[in-house]
């Protein structure tokens, strides 16, 4: 197949003004809401890009979502490092990393945005500011729903393998789209046996995530896996395969 359209993601605006690169964007992942509108995660940058992908260059990008509310008082970087977004109902998650030089400097969080007219939605009214919903772990990896939509489960990698100190401190747990809060019990990467990549819903509770296991002594080499995992009981099942270098699982 051909490529119909290309969109250019270029920055935009005096708000991009001493970033240090003049074109960095980095998007990560992309929600289709129509034929006309579609939101981008843009990694390096701290909005997320709003495009009609029924037109084609610089024409095709429409708007933006500011994310800068959702900012930690920790988080000293340009960007807050957004890396998934999915969609329940009538409502958009965002997953955000919160990293400095790809160090967490505190738990990932989940900007959540009406997907009608693209607000941002605060998850705790009762606090100063709009509030993002708060994750237990660090440094959001990957975020699916379950099958039926009733769960949002994400996958977080904590201090990733090449950032010192090589610590297994991620996990997996779910999150509720209706009451915006972390639910029921988690999967660590102890259990595991790695650092957190990719994620897969077989059905409400069972999955199979991406591990990877640097080799002793030699960071240059991984033994990465395809593990079981069961939500319900917090168990790790089978090890479905192993190979020096696995990139991403779908379903």
Do not use: H, K
């Not at 393998?161 to 747990?173: H, K, N, V, W, Y």
């Amino acid at each position: 197949p051909a490529i119909a359209r290309s969109i250019p993601l270029r920055m935009m605006g005096a708000a991009d003004a001493g970033a240090p690169m003049p074109y960095s964007v980095n998007p990560y992942d992309v929600l289709t809401l129509s034929p006309t509108r579609a939101v981008v995660v843009q990694y390096a940058l701290p909005r997320l890009g709003v495009i009609d992908p029924s037109r084609d260059g610089a024409a095709g990008v429409t708007g933006s979502v500011d994310l800068t509310p959702l900012r930690s008082a920790a988080d000293m970087d340009g960007s807050l490092e957004a890396s998934s977004i999915v969609r329940v109902g009538g409502s958009i998650f965002v997953s955000l990393q919160n990293l400095n030089s790809y160090v967490p400097v505190t738990n990932g969080t989940l900007a959540v945005i009406n997907a009608s007219d693209l607000s941002l939605v605060d998850v705790d009214p009762a606090a100063t500011g709009v509030q993002p919903v708060q994750l237990t772990g660090r440094n959001p990896v990957s975020m699916v729903t379950t099958p039926s939509g009733a769960s949002i489960v994400v996958a977080e990698a904590g201090v990733v393998a090449f950032s010192p100190p090589q610590t297994l401190d991620g996990r997996i747990e779910r999150v509720d789209p209706a009451t915006r809060r972390v639910q029921g019990m988690s999967v660590s990467e102890t259990a595991l046996g790695g650092d957190l990549g990719s994620i897969v819903m077989l059905d409400e509770s069972r999955g199979w995530a991406i591990v990877s296991r640097l080799a002793m002594g030699d960071a240059s080499v991984a033994d990465n896996r395809v593990v079981e995992f069961n939500l319900a009981t917090g168990t790790v099942g089978s090890t479905i395969v192993t190979a020096g270098s696995l990139a991403g699982i779908a379903r």
